[in-house]
């Protein structure tokens, strides 16, 4: 054989064992391809029938709730619902989740550490209701379908949605929570009917005639209108972070705190503050006013504001340098109410405070200023003692005239720092404002001017008050805050709890 032929021959058989090892290749391919279309495919397949499920889920969740309310909060005792074929778990957890209902400085007062700001436990604070909420739970694999506190919740990992709202009902400056509890501690697969039976008697928690705060008889009762301090409702929950999402965007409180920790959220309901008479605010205990609505239509926003002030000595008949003020202030918003201009000060002997009102709202580089001379007379009691009666906002508000500020006020001094007067400011920022335009020589009512300068600073600020004589000319603990009155803006006048208990079984 010459050597061309055996490359020949062995070329030729090359040939064919390369057709034979091809087909085998292609086979391989083929088999390695529709194993891997069906293993995709099946894994496909159970993910969405799994997503099927979980909708399932979600719907048949959707119309329990539908149905428990109808136990819970209806006239109905009980009820049935089929939940149809799935592959997850039901389950009842009677001791899933908690809720709390805190009326925090409930006096409105000098709460237990001697001020009236909301500062932790020192504070009047007051559980008006706590309960466990129970929930009704769909699980299947790492998700979670559950009923809870009248709402649908859907969570998985560390994120929880909600379906459905929970049982928080606002109309108007009325909250209506009635708090459904679930009880029961069944669980079931397949297609169980779930069984809603009402437990108890619906119960009402607040208001209530026959619980005090403190359980103090000589303490108010738990009633409405729901003033000082605020509401703060407190949930613990697996579902938290659905809850906080609730509270944050279809409520009118506002999430103050989100504890992972502890899987709770925190949210504060603001309530109106005080009305009627108050104490006359200090630098250490100032006054809060809590959900102004600022307006100056008729009825609406700061209808009263009074009070009366007495010298350092209040058992004398004058006054000595008066130079005292209310004052408010919120970033580069400030305003100062300033009663000074006094000789002697003596009371009887028709001598008249002056009023200066003072406005920035850029840190004092610029101001609005007015001043009503001769404002409040400086009367005697019946004791002979001095005393000055001021009416900011009413019937016995002064006039006061568009104009610079000489000297130096109580808590500011517009005369240093560059401050000047505004050439003119127009008064159209709120429902109400009259559109006018004020410049030097131009009047207007005090009223006026206090109720539209502190609805800059609405709905909530702190009142304090500062003495231009070394803290000499007043005496702020024998004064008194005769009449504050307002209405409220996004606030909760009227509280309304209720306890409704459900247990739930399956067949």
Request: with cysteine.
């Amino acid at each position: 054989m010459s050597i061309r032929y055996a490359s020949s021959f062995w070329t030729g058989r090359g040939r064919g064992v390369s057709s034979t090892v091809g087909v085998v290749l292609i086979l391989g391919i083929v088999v390695i391809g529709t194993t891997s279309v069906v293993a995709l495919g099946s894994v496909a397949l159970d993910g969405t029938e799994r997503q099927s499920t979980l909708d399932r889920a979600e719907q048949s969740m959707a119309q329990f709730d539908s149905r428990a309310a109808q136990v819970a909060l209806g006239e109905e005792r009980s009820t049935r619902l089929s939940f149809g074929h799935s592959s997850g778990t039901y389950r009842v957890v009677d001791d899933a989740g908690t809720i709390t209902i805190t009326h925090v400085n409930h006096d409105g007062g000098s709460d237990a550490d001697g001020n009236s700001v909301d500062d932790g436990p020192g504070d009047d604070d007051e559980d008006v209701y706590s309960g466990t909420l129970g929930a009704v739970v769909y699980e299947n694999g790492d998700t979670e379908i559950a009923y809870q506190g009248g709402g649908v919740w859907r969570h998985r990992g560390d994120s929880t949605r909600m379906l459905s709202p929970p049982e928080f009902h606002y109309e108007g400056s009325t909250l209506t929570l009635p708090v459904v509890q679930v009880s029961g501690d069944e669980s079931a697969s397949g297609a169980p009917t779930a069984v809603v039976s009402k437990s108890g008697q619906t119960k009402g928690m607040y208001p209530n005639a026959s619980t005090h705060y403190e359980d103090d008889s000589s303490k108010p009762t738990y009633s409405n209108p729901a003033s000082d301090g605020q509401m703060i409702v407190t949930v613990e929950s697996e579902y938290y972070r659905g809850w906080a999402e609730y509270f944050d965007s279809r409520t009118e409180g506002s999430v103050v705190d989100v504890d992972h920790a502890n899987r709770t959220v925190t949210a504060e309901l603001i309530t109106l503050g005080k009305q009627g008479g108050f104490e006359i605010p200090t630098d250490n205990n100032p006054f809060e006013v809590r959900g102004l609505e600022p307006s100056m239509q008729s009825g609406e926003g700061l209808e009263r504001l009074s009070f009366t002030v007495r010298p350092k000595d209040d058992h004398t008949n004058k006054f000595a340098s008066l130079d005292w003020s209310l004052t408010a202030q919120n970033g580069d918003r400030r305003i100062e109410m300033n009663l000074g201009g006094l000789g002697n000060g003596k009371c009887g002997t028709g001598e008249h405070a002056d009023l200066t009102v003072y406005y920035s709202d850029d840190g004092g580089a610029t101001y609005q200023g007015w001043v009503a001379e001769n404002a409040y007379e400086v009367t005697c009691d019946a004791n002979g003692y001095a005393k000055i009666e001021v009416d900011l906002v009413g019937t016995g508000a002064p006039t006061a005239e568009y104009q610079s500020i000489s000297g130096k006020l109580a808590a500011y001094n517009p005369g240093q720092g560059g401050g000047s007067l505004a050439g003119s400011t127009t008064f159209d920022h709120f429902d109400g404002d009259t559109g006018t335009t004020y410049s030097t020589g131009s009047t207007e009512s005090v009223d006026v001017l206090v109720r539209h300068y502190l609805n800059h600073f609405a709905p909530t600020f702190h009142l304090e008050s500062a003495d231009g004589n070394n803290g000499n000319s007043v005496n702020e603990g024998e004064s008194s805050g005769d009449d504050i009155q307002y209405t409220g803006d996004d606030v909760i006048t009227y509280l309304h709890v209720s306890e409704n208990g459900i247990e739930v079984r399956f067949e």
